[in-house]
Each structure stands twice: as C-alpha cells, then as structure tokens.
C-alpha cells in the first residue's frame, strides 16, 4: 500500500526577530512571489503570520504614521492570500508585547518563548491576536476560524498553562514540535530532542507536548517535520552558501581600495573563508538535521526531504496521514527551487496539498488517525 500524504506548507511570515528589515522587501514581496507560484499550480497552503508583529505596529502608529501605511498593507496582503483560496493560521512572537518603536527602529526586550510569561499575560497575547485574526477575515468569509497555532520560535512544551489556554480559546491545533531541535542560549532554551513523537498526529499531554498523552484531548500536535540530509547534498548546499558569503565579503574594487596592502586584503579574505570552512564545511562531517524548511533547502535537499517522508509514511501502516512543513519568507535563498518542489507535488500521486483547517477537519471527522501512548 502506497499511502496518501497530504502536504501541508506553511509560512511563518514576519520580520527578522530583532524587529529588524524592509517589511516590503522580506515580508510582501515573497508573498506576492509565492501567492504566484502556488496559484500556477493550483497549491492551497497556509500563512501564519506574527500577529503581535502587526498589533504592535498598530499600537504606535498614531505616534508614527509610516508605521499605520505599511500596517494596511500587512492586512491587504493576508486578506489577498486568503481570497486566493489560502489559509491564515496564527503564529506568536510574545517579545513584540513591549517594543518600542525609536529613530526608525525596533526596540526589544521582552523574552523570546511565551512558556516564560504568566499565564495571564500570555493568554491575553494569544486571545488578541487571535481576535485580530478573525475581525480581518470575517468579512471577507463569515465562517473563517483561527482554530490553528505554532509558537513563535517553537517554544511550546513543557508548559503548565499554554495549551490550556489554546483549548479554552478553541484552538484545536497546535504545529509547533519540531523533533531534534535544541537551543540553549542566552535567547532561547528549547530541548526537542527525546519527543515522544516527531512524525504522526498526536494527543499531547498537556502541561508537556514532548509526550503523547494515554487519551484523547482537545488539542491535537502535528509535528513540523523533519529530516537528516546526506552529506553530498549538505556539502554542495553548504558550498553555493559559502560562494555567497565570499562574494558579500570581497573588497570593493575601488581606488580606495587598491591602496589597502596585497597581505591585508588577503588576511581579510583569508578570515572569511576559515569562518565560512568552520561553520559551512566542517558540520557536513555528520548528516545533518534539518527542519523540513522549503525557504531554506536546495532543491538536492528538498529531494531528500520528500524521499525520507515516504520512508516514514509507509513505515507508519497509514493509508493516510498530514505531514507539515514550514517556511520562512524572509529567508528564502531559492525560488526556483521552490517552484520545483510544488510543480513536483503537484504532479505526484500519492501528494497531495492540504491547509491546516482541512487538517483539523479531517482530525475531527476521523480521517486522519491521532495516536494515544500504547
């Protein structure tokens, strides 16, 4: 039995994480790009944008009014995407609670992960941007829900309120546990390495989403997939990226220029390339674990990703089941891949596209099984 997966992309559209950007530039420009390449080949996906992103711009552009013209343009463009028959989910970045907008720029100190806030003010977060959502959307189709939520920067278990709170807000779910992502650093502390599980639709437990719970709950976690690319795709990616690098970094040819010493420019460059061996090369060493990012990977890479899905898919014994993958606009190093990869799923048999409202549909009638522990 070949079983059906049913492919779920979905975009985590914001700024860079220090508010930093040209919002037109890494933000509505590859929307409208993608908006593109998914009509061509009549792909439905899913965008979810950081709304308390938006509803800080909101909150201070009375005082500066660039910020009010660009935020219309944020609700145009999802209000766009939507109409063309996409999905719009929400996605949360809590440390934009407090930013401050000064000299043309962002302002942030607020904690990155919303497992560090009290369960008070996080559920305030997360009800307001939820609202938000649906007062955009609403008009435009009375039945639109925001029944779907991925953490900002994937932080969302262990916790001892938040998907309370995300049930009590009707939230049925959540795509935010990546397996094997670790950070721990001054920013963020996140350890996804020993979940429970990291492939099949799942009940969590509550206060520990790592773990599938022994009953059904109210919320239901699809993992954001991911993978372990081999080493010849990860070199020729890891080589093209530093080509890149190389190529930001070489010194301007100018007269000013020339006048800098033959051995300083060559130390210079010569930096350049033992941080870009140190940090591109070397980790190729090992295959690589990548989150199942299509803004991220060659096409190579995206091969590979497809290939270790179908592995894991008929392993599973399902005849059917949803597999989520993640995007970030910002970030996109290749189109063209892009627009590959989705003319591929298009044309494929056992793929098909699938939104995160058809996900939780399918979830709630049935068609799509939910694991319990044992």
């Known amino acids: ?49 950081d709304v308390m992103q938006q ?7 009375s005082k500066h009014p660039e ?12 209000r766009t995407a939507f109409r063309q028959g996409h999905d719009i989910q929400l996605h949360l970045h809590p440390h934009w609670l407090n930013a401050r907008y000064e000299n043309r720029r962002w302002q942030m100190d607020g904690d990155w992960s919303i497992l560090k806030y009290d369960r008070k003010v996080a559920y305030a977060m997360l009800a307001d941007t939820k609202k938000y959502l649906e007062d955009l959307l ?6 639109y829900r925001c029944l779907a939520f991925r953490a900002g920067a994937l932080a969302a278990a262990p916790s001892d309120h938040l998907f309370e709170s995300l049930v009590e807000l009707g939230i049925e779910l959540d795509v935010s546990i990546g397996g094997g992502v670790f950070v721990n650093n001054q920013t963020l502390q996140l350890d996804y390495r020993n979940c ?50 190389l190529r930001r970094t070489k010194p301007p040819e100018s007269k000013t220029a020339a006048k800098v010493s033959g051995h300083s420019a060559l130390d210079a460059q010569g930096s350049a390339i033992a941080k870009v061996y140190e940090k591109l090369i070397l980790p190729t060493v090992r295959r690589k674990h990548f989150v199942s990012d299509t803004g991220r990977l060659n096409y190579p890479l995206l091969q590979e990703m497809l290939e270790a899905i179908r592995k894991r898919a008929a392993a599973s014994g399902l005849s059917k089941l949803p597999v989520v993958l993640t995007n970030h606009p910002k970030d996109i190093r290749d189109i063209a891949a892009i627009e590959r990869f989705v003319g591929d799923v298009s044309q494929a048999d056992d793929l098909k596209f699938i939104t995160l409202t058809e996900v939780a549909e399918k979830v709630r009638s049935g068609e799509f099984q939910v694991r319990t522990a044992g």
């Open 1 to 49: 039995m070949i079983p059906t997966i049913h492919l779920a992309l979905t975009h985590d559209w914001e700024l860079r994480g220090d508010g930093s950007g040209d919002i037109a530039q890494i933000q509505f420009a590859p929307l409208r790009q993608l908006l593109k390449i998914y009509a061509k080949f009549g792909a439905r996906t899913t965008f979810l944008p």
């Open 55 to 61: 509803l800080r711009f909101r909150q201070v552009e």
């Open 67 to 78: 910020l009010k013209a660009l935020a219309d343009s944020w609700d145009e463009h999802v």
């Open 138 to 143: 609403q008009p435009v189709d009375a039945t």
């Open 196 to 245: 429970e599980e990291v492939f099949l639709p799942f009940y969590p437990v509550m206060k520990d989403a790592r773990r599938v719970s022994t009953q059904p709950e109210p919320i239901v976690c699809v993992p954001l997939n991911h993978f372990y690319g081999s080493r010849r795709a990860v070199m020729n990616q890891n080589i093209s990226l530093a080509r890149q690098k």
